[in-house]
């Protein structure tokens, strides 16, 4: 019995080395490839995760979303103040990646589409913005010919199109409304380069107070009001401050309009991915400007001289 009792501990302790060992060469694969790999796998099942609610909208809190929204924020001033030139570029990219992460979902959920075509498209929208609003109409309506090239180009082995003409609706679905917002926020840009300022601030206030509080909350109304609160606040900000062209009725009015157009476009984003925890994150970043955006520039243009 006493001779059972001594040589347990050395048998528990060689298995326990051997587990140990083993959970090792499990949890930290060997190897350069082995470790790309098992990235790709881990991020195809975050591509893959389900929610339990279709329309719900899912809070991403994994990462430094905090720092970098922070950095979008920075971001964007910088092209504020770098000109056109640097509002094209800044916000082309980021358009052109909220499109191009779409799709992204898209082909992970089994779709044979391509992700670069809608980084491509959206961003020479967004370009064309700056020289109009009529080059950007037809930039808009190239689009909708290059979805349909792209698909038939895509077709059957037997030479039959109409396997892939699905593809040509997620295409649009996924470059098209980012490609309008990202064009409309140029063009108000271009027009009065304040309003724009205000826009980005506004929309940011409503971020920051949704993902605050929405994220921790148990329902979906404390986020939203939340980032409502925000939209107020600096909506007074700058009906105070005298942003051109607001007048002070106008700059609330606008301002104020930002927070169910913001919540409008969070619920737009979520219907343009196959389902609402996708991970898309470029989307994510821009998905309050989705409507207004387009929105503020027809309402500035129409109604404020």
Excluded at 109 to 116: L, N
Excluded at 123 to 141: E, I, Q, R, Y
Aim: proline share 5%.
């Amino acid at each position: 019995m006493a001779t059972t009792e001594k040589s347990r501990p050395k048998t528990t302790k060689k298995a326990a080395a051997k587990k140990s060992a083993a959970d090792k060469t499990t949890a930290r694969p060997k190897g350069r490839r082995a470790r790309v790999q098992a990235k790709q796998k881990a991020r195809a099942a975050k591509l893959h995760a389900r929610s339990g609610s279709r329309w719900r909208v899912h809070y991403d809190i994994d990462g430094p979303r905090v720092r970098l929204g922070i950095a979008w924020f920075v971001g964007a001033v910088v092209a504020f103040t770098l000109g056109l030139v640097g509002i094209v570029l800044y916000f082309g990219v980021a358009f052109g990646a909220a499109g191009s992460h779409c799709l992204r979902t898209w082909r992970a959920a089994g779709r044979d589409v391509d992700p670069t075509v809608a980084l491509g498209s959206v961003a020479v929208v967004v370009t064309l913005a700056a020289f109009g609003p009529k080059l950007m109409g037809l930039g808009v309506l190239a689009l909708a010919g290059l979805a349909i090239a792209v698909s038939l180009g895509g077709g059957a082995d037997d030479g039959s199109p109409s396997v892939s003409m699905g593809n040509v609706g997620l295409l649009l679905q996924c470059a098209l409304p980012p490609a309008v917002a990202g064009g409309c926020l140029v063009l108000l840009a271009d027009r009065e380069i304040w309003s724009a300022i205000a826009l980005v601030l506004i929309a940011s206030a409503y971020e920051s107070g949704d993902y605050l509080v929405g994220s921790g909350a148990a329902n979906n109304v404390e986020g939203p009001l939340a980032g409502a609160a925000g939209v107020l606040v600096v909506s007074m900000a700058v009906a105070a401050g005298g942003f051109p062209p607001f007048g002070v009725g106008e700059a609330m009015v606008f301002g104020l309009l930002v927070a169910p157009l913001a919540l409008g476009g969070q619920y737009l984003a979520t219907a343009m991915l196959p389902h609402s925890r996708a991970f898309a994150p470029a989307l994510r970043r821009v998905d309050s400007l989705l409507l207004a955006a387009p929105l503020w520039y027809f309402g500035i243009d129409t109604f404020v001289s």
